[in-house]
Nanobody, 125 residues
Framework: QVQLVESGGGSVQAGGSLRLSCTTS????????MAWFRQAPGKGREGVAAIASDGSTIYVDSEGRFTISQDHAKNILYLQMNSLNPEDTAMYYCAATLYYLARSARTSAGAYNYWGQGTQVTVSS
């Protein structure tokens, strides 16, 4: 059974940093596709970054501020976020799928079938 639990969210001022964690169970990173998504109030869920089973990564409009990574020994997915701005305020979710995803699908919410409960990130100006 796959379980995903996010943590690490909080409130920071613009320019600050946060590291989100997604503790996983039932997932073998070398056989899964994983991603971070976010959803701001009144908006749809949008992809932030994705990492494939081979470790290759994709980023969506983060301008080099975000880094997705995995600790295989601890089964934790991370999202390091630097130079945060108020537009980054959202609920952040990690997601996983054990199916192969083409590169074009890796930041699409509909491609993932396992989700965590989310962690809130609030950035003040």
């Amino acid at each position: 059974q796959v379980q995903l639990v996010e943590s690490g969210g909080g409130s920071v001022q613009a320019g600050g940093s946060l590291r989100l964690s997604c503790t996983t169970s039932g997932v073998t990173f070398s056989r899964a596709f994983m991603a971070w998504f976010r959803q701001a109030p009144g908006k749809g869920r949008e992809g932030v970054a994705a990492i494939a089973s081979d470790g290759s990564t994709i980023y969506v409009d983060s301008e080099g501020r975000f880094t997705i990574s995995q600790d295989h020994a601890k089964n934790i997915l991370y999202l390091q976020m630097n130079s945060l701005n108020p537009e980054d305020t959202a609920m952040y979710y990690c997601a996983a799928t054990l199916y192969y995803l083409a590169r074009s699908a890796r930041t699409s919410a509909g491609a993932y079938n396992y989700w965590g409960q989310g962690t809130q990130v609030t950035v003040s100006s």
